[in-house]
């Protein structure tokens, strides 16, 4: 067996291993955790079969060449790398999945056509038809670029690197039409597409590995800060991501304040119309909290019926202002039930930022100022001052 004939067998061996390994692994859907990701996998399992298949015939070409395999050579490159696109844009659920885009279409018929042309009349060699692919696939990677991001101008970490992955295989395919060019020779091209291929192939399993797994840490990291029934922060992470607020109040001494809320008489709402309908009463209050307040108040369910506001750059009378609205806007919701319309309020407590204090005294009083307007009328706004802590105490 000849020397060049064992270098064809050990090229199509490590290109077909690598990507049936990555295959076989997007086949087992471990991407399946997180939603936006259902068909992902799906995709790049056929993205790395159909590699594998494009390199099995590449291998039979170079001992025999039709213009059958040509043709199926040809598509199978472009159509695992369609593949790829859509496994990226499958993440947006509201852009179509078509496989065959007009651009993906329009490359590989123009790719095609100038391939046959190039083998029946002008040179039989790859060379030429391997330059015209090359240079294909990176018009297909190109495009694919702008659909990483699912939001658009924010891509996160992970989608950063698959950026990079893409535009890094653009360099090293354009390296290798570079290379075939220079080096003009059936073995050194050889060698030269098995370095670089392999390169591709690892790059990109590596890199969409990474990024898929950061989004599945990151759903872990969301389901474990994240109250499941109102969408808040729960009240561990609460005072998480207080601390960061609460040192830089302290260093440029900008007001904070914290509001205390509580649903009023809702162990009746759970006795008369059931847990049900408790649960959509927490869930409105929580919608009605993120509707009125800004990106940067921190904002948690504390537990059971009682929530808690952060709000920073926000001095007593804002804080005041804002729970007012908040308790106006929940006296005005209505909650269909099997029994009848549900009205309900809540009572609210404020307070603001002693910066010689712990957050966790501001929250205690703000909790006495809500602990007074229950006892005193429920579903009203009252703000914590010395005068009421003495009040409570005389009281106790």
């Known amino acids: 067996m000849s020397t060049f004939v064992i270098t064809k067998i050990t090229y199509a061996s490590i290109m077909i291993m690598i990507s049936l390994v990555a295959s076989t692994f997007y086949f087992l ?8 990701n259902i068909d992902a996998d799906k995709y790049l399992s056929l993205f790395f ?63 095609t056509s100038i391939n046959l042309c190039l083998f029946h009349f002008v040179d039989k060699s790859q060379l030429a038809r391997m330059i015209v692919t090359m240079f294909a696939i990176n018009i297909i990677l190109f495009t694919i670029i702008p659909c990483i991001a699912r939001i ?39 060698f030269a597409i098995t370095i670089a291929i392999t390169l591709v192939i690892m790059i990109l399993f590596g890199s969409t590995l990474i990024m898929f797994l950061s989004e599945v840490a990151d759903l872990y990291q969301k389901e474990s800060s994240i109250d499941f029934l109102t969408g808040l922060l729960n009240r561990r992470h609460f005072f998480v991501n207080s601390d960061q607020i609460v040192k830089m109040a302290k260093r440029e001494g900008f007001e904070v304040a914290v509001i205390m809320g509580d649903i009023d008489d809702f162990k009746f709402i759970n006795d008369v119309f ?29 537990g059971g019926e009682e929530f808690c506001l952060l709000l920073p750059y926000t001095d007593q009378k804002g804080a ?35 910066k010689s204090e712990p957050l966790n005294t501001t929250i205690i009083h703000s909790d006495r100022a809500l602990y007074f307007a229950k006892e005193h009328g429920k579903n009203q706004v009252k703000q914590f001052t010395e005068d009421l802590m003495l009040n409570q105490e005389r009281l106790e």
């Open 152 to 190: 658009p101008k924010q891509p996160s970490s992970g989608e950063k690197l698959a950026i990079n992955s893409i535009k890094l295989t653009m360099l090293i395919l354009s390296i290798l039409i570079i290379a075939i060019l220079v080096l003009n020779n059936q073995i050194h091209y050889l």
């Open 49 to 111: 079969l159909l590699f594998a298949t494009a390199f099995v015939v590449f291998s039979l070409t170079l001992t025999r060449q039709n213009t059958l395999l040509v043709v199926i050579n040809n598509t199978l490159f472009l159509m695992a790398f369609a593949y790829l696109k859509a496994a990226f844009k499958s993440r947006h659920p509201k852009q179509k999945r078509i496989l065959l885009e007009k651009p993906i279409l329009l490359v590989l018929l123009i790719c």
């Open 274 to 302: 059931g847990h049900d309908l408790g649960d959509q009463v927490i869930a409105n209050f929580a919608s009605i909290i993120k509707k009125l307040t800004r990106d940067t108040d921190i904002t948690a369910r504390f």
């Open 29 to 36: 859907r471990p991407l399946r955790q997180v939603e936006h």
């Open 320 to 354: 005041n202002e804002l729970a007012e609205r908040i308790r106006l806007e929940i006296m005005q919701t209505i909650i269909p039930s099997h029994i009848c319309d549900v009205r309900y309020t809540a009572s609210f407590g404020v307070a603001t930022f002693d």
